[in-house]
């Protein structure tokens, strides 16, 4: 009897394995939950790692730690430094496409003393959280620290300005000289020339920032020269030094139409600039003036009977026609000055006023609306543009081939003036004035002869009494007069006696009458002669006034 050998097969692996696996399995385990457990890993591109130190550099919010730097990487394309810093999983959240990152350190700037307790612990990363709902791996560190958090309800406007004094960050915003915020950005726009600021306007303040509101540069220091003195008034330290950007409405203007976030406005040099530039709603005019322009500058203001609806932009007027300059055009001798009609001046409704110019312009350039050049101030020749009525002015036609509409003009009281003047001289010269004073020398020698002679016929008539001989000749006629008419009447008498009625009688009547009223006027003749015997050359002198007599 055979006896047959159970085969059994043993397990290929061991149980005793079930350990290690069940070991590495728990290890694995523990390593995922390190890993995920450590945080977020972000990358933060800087200039340089000046006081950043691998594995010590914290990243904090609000003085709070969330994460920490944990390797420094140098790029030699891009010439900067790039930091792998790890956020913990709790403030996954904070890492936003928005989101700012910058060093805290001990900084002395315009804006104050900061960061004084980096000086012990060392410097750390500041985190700003930003609101954007995506979140993003790569940021850049600024340069500044952020001057407004995220949480801090406002606005943010901007502002550009081409000729007012450059500003700096953090300088304040005041509106009646009351802070109400501050510059938070500044940025050179190298193509437009100008300054470009954003400003922060803290809540509720916001709320001030109106479409009429005005931005101007205040110095902080205010001199006025008046006829009761010098009055110097002086703000705030900080506005001394650092200066300040004021806010506020045109005078007697209610606040406008609140603004909403991102508007532009313009920041003026001062106050009286930030008045004159306020009017953004224009439209450029052309006027073509047939006279000198010399004394009218840019800024000249342009009114309508003492009543200002404008300002004077270039002089004279730089575009370009045809390929020629305005003021230099092959037919036309005119000088052309650019102006810009601002309706805000008009109305206070900019819009309704620009819609009721241009529906009316044409019908009053048809009326006789001219531009005139005025005298502003006769001491320094300044002049400005007056816009009037003139019903007699001659038609003019439009002139569509410009690049702005046209302003018609009439020549001014000044050109006139001195047209009359000019006119005036050009007469006195072509009078012949030697010919004239010779003539007139002359003349005077001529009379001096005649009145030597007439002095020596006088003195002739004295010497020789001819004036006593013609009196007694007089006297003679007169006496003779007498007796002739004496002996007519008697021979009247006898005539009417024998033939009264007859023509011859008449005659005779009608001569004695003559001869009558001849005696009676060579009688007083004759007594005047004989006061005055040269009153047949000269005229009667008047008598003395009588003297009274003395009592004696």
Known sequence: MSIQAIVEDKPRVSVIWIVPVIALLITGWMLYQHQLNKGHVVFVKMKDAEGIIAGKTEVRVKSVKVGLVESLKLEMEQN?????????????????????????????????????????????????PGESNIQSTLFTLLDEPALIDADIEGKRFNLSASN????????GIFFRNYRI???????????????????FIYAPYDQLITDNAIFWVSS???????????????????KIIKGGISVDYPPSQPPGILSTEGKHFTLHKNFSLALEKRFDLYDFYLVEFEQSIKGLT?????????????????????GVNDGRPLYFQQNNTSVPVLVKIEYGRIYENAQLAQSYWSENLEQWIKNGLRASLKSGNLLTGAVYIELDFYPTADAVLTDETTIYPTLPSVPSGITALSEQVTSLLNKLNAIPLENTIKETEGALKEYRLLAMEMNQLVKSFNANNISKKVENNLDNIGTTLTQLTSSLKQFEKTLTHYQKGSGVMDQLTDTLKEL?????????????????????IFNKSSDNDPEPRQNK
């Open 80 to 128: 900067a430094v790039v930091a792998k810093v790890r956020i913990e999983n709790d403030y996954e959240a904070l890492l936003a496409r928005d989101s700012e990152f910058w060093v805290v350190k001990p900084r002395v700037d315009e804006t104050g003393i900061s960061g004084l307790n980096t000086l012990l612990s060392g410097v750390y990363i500041e985190l700003s």
């Open 164 to 171: 007012a004094e450059v500003m700096d960050v953090g300088s």
């Open 181 to 199: 915020g501050e510059i938070e950005s500044v940025n050179f726009n190298t193509q437009a020339l100008e300054m470009e600021y954003g400003v």
């Open 220 to 238: 902080g220091i205010d001199f006025k020269l008046s006829s009761s003195g010098i009055e110097v008034s002086t703000e705030s330290l900080t």
């Open 298 to 318: 840019v800024g000249a203001p342009v009114e309508y009977r003492g009543m200002r609806i404008g300002t004077v932009e270039q002089v004279p007027a730089t």
């Open 516 to 536: 009558e009223t001849l005696s009676k006027k060579l009688k007083p003749v004759s007594r005047e002669l004989n006061e005055q015997p040269n009153m047949l």
